[in-house]
């Protein structure tokens, strides 16, 4: 198992898939799954039952993980960079 260079906060871009394009915050990462969560990116919906009688269900959107492959760092000025060059914070 490789090391992770992504870090919880990091701007990525995704490069390949469903959303490719697509920037956002790392919002969690998985290391020992080789995955990460990307606000706003493979977001899907989950059907909730109600909790007491009478109460509505609900249908509640959140991301779910894509592989680390699937992710390059973005820098300041909006390029994005390869996974072993991390930007140099300024």
């Keep these: 198992m490789s090391k992770l ?3 919880t906060g990091d ?3 995704v ?3 469903q959303d490719k394009g697509k920037q956002g915050k790392v ?3 998985f290391p020992k799954l ?3 969560v990307v606000e706003g990116v493979n977001v899907n919906k989950r059907h909730l039952r109600s909790q007491k009688r009478g109460e509505k269900g609900q249908i509640v959107e959140f991301p779910m993980p894509i592989p680390v492959s699937r992710v390059q760092f973005v820098g300041s000025d909006g390029k994005t960079l390869r ?3 991390r930007p140099q914070a300024s």
């Design 34 to 36: 080789g995955r990460v």
């Design 15 to 17: 490069t390949s898939g």
């Design 11 to 13: 701007h990525v871009a």
């Design 5 to 7: 260079l992504v870090k």
């Design 27 to 29: 919002l969690q990462t």
């Design 83 to 85: 996974l072993n060059k």
